[in-house]
């Protein structure tokens, strides 16, 4: 769950503005996104919050609220946080402590509120001026505790307790980030083992999700693989020289970097395969696995992305076989690892660790989404092109001819062309969705899967496709300036989230 956007508060935004100034400024940029319904869902999504469970709600002096986890600020920041906090995870918000100064501006914050909002006043007169407007007051309630420690198993212990109440105070935010709430939910939320083969038997219809996602997973490692082996090997198949009418040779002979030209789509292509591969096996087994319905939610937001794309041949007029049933026999292993959300968590809570090494894996964290929505945007200029123009400028350099040509050696070439490309920006974004998705939502300390599920995406869509540029001599720096900013984010928010993600950690005891 993405904390990176405290991350400038004591950087250099903070020696521009001042700490305070940075800080409310934050604050006021998630106030002005969250305060209108598309900007609440994207902040949502994007922090990591989803609907928290029902064991955590409850009522407070005598008003209901949907999670006993809130923030308790000063009046001064009391409009900003009543629109910015909900997104993220707070179920209520306190203000306190409240004089008959500050009655206005508590007014004003609570008509735009979606929680429950809470006053603690310091005198009655100025209760009875807020009683119209606040949910109700928390002066003498003992179940409500207010911590000032980021620590989230302390915060947890707390709000596992009978109709406890845990109201964090803004420096909690500022040093543990946004995604605390999140956190503490997690680590205030019970949770058993994983089921085996014995616990649900041999009949498929009994299987977990995870294990139909894993299966997906494999099947596209697969047939990646095999993309690449075809590729390196005969490069066309009976139905790509049924569909041509022509052979190998005879492309070779129209234009001697034409096959170079193919193999290096192809290549590109298959290791985008087993890139998507190795996120959906991470997925799977890391995050279904373990019950987190965010690891479900970017499967099913990846797949939704990926699969449709097959229906690119309507525009292209080549439908690949192979692809076709890849895609048949897959996209049912799909659909039941998705039809159901987790219910059950199966992880247990760990420690933050040391502050420097968290906030190093922040801004990794940060240079991975930053490259996944590169990524996505890459992949959908591919699209895009493959199924319009079909080459761009530095193509054409290469293959030495114009599109007009190449349409001369065969009417069928430039769809056929154009079908491998619309294909490849098509996976690109499906690829880039779970990477996106897996680098904003799964950020946790010791959590190793989510860095080697990333590093072996990384490594599989990034390296075939610097080595068969290297290999047919298609180098031109425009062209591979995208893939080469890629892998530099990449390596470089891998390398400073290492330590955070692979931590050795000891689980704490769940609630």
Known sequence: MPDWTYVPLRGPAAALLGERRSQRTALRLLASIGSRPAGARLIARAFGHRHPPRHLAG??????????????????????????MPPLGAGVIEVAPVSAADVPTVREAAAGRSVPLFVRARDPETAAALAPYADGFTDDDPRVVRVSDPSVTAAAAALREPGGVVLARPQVLVTAGPGWFARVTEAATPTEPAPSLRDVGRDPRRWPAWWWALLVGLGMTG????????????????????????????????????????????????????????????????GIRRGRSWAREAYLLSGAIGFPTLFYFLATGFVEPLHTATAVVLFPMFVAAVRRAPRTPRWRPVPEGPEAERRRALLGQLLLV???????????????IGLTGVFVPTDLAFLGTGAQALETV????????????AGFGGALMAAAVAILLLSAWGWRRGEAWVWWTLAAAAAAGFLPAVV??????????????????GIATTTTGLLL???????????????
């Open 59 to 84: 009522e407070i002096a005598g008003a209901p609220v949907t999670v006993r986890l809130g923030l308790s600020v000063p009046p001064a920041h009391a409009r900003e946080a009543v629109r910015a």
């Open 223 to 286: 047939a990646g693989l095999g993309a690449a082996a075809i590729t390196l090997g005969p490069v066309l198949l009976w139905y790509d020289r049924d569909y041509l009418g022509m052979t190998l040779h005879e492309l070779h002979a129209a234009n001697h970097h034409l096959v170079h030209f193919l193999q290096h789509d192809r290549i590109t292509m298959a290791g985008t395969m087993v890139a998507i591969g190795a996120l959906y096996t991470g997925l799977a087994v890391g």
């Open 370 to 384: 930053v490259t996944g929505a590169g990524l996505f945007a890459g992949g959908a200029v591919i699209s895009v």
């Open 410 to 421: 065969s009417p069928r070439l430039v769809p056929f062309i154009a079908h491998d490309r």
């Open 468 to 485: 068969v540029h290297g290999v047919i001599h298609y180098t031109d720096f425009v062209h591979l300036a995208p893939v080469h900013f």
């Open 497 to 511: 989230a290492r330590p955070y993600l692979c931590a050795r950690v000891r689980a704490e005891p769940a609630g």
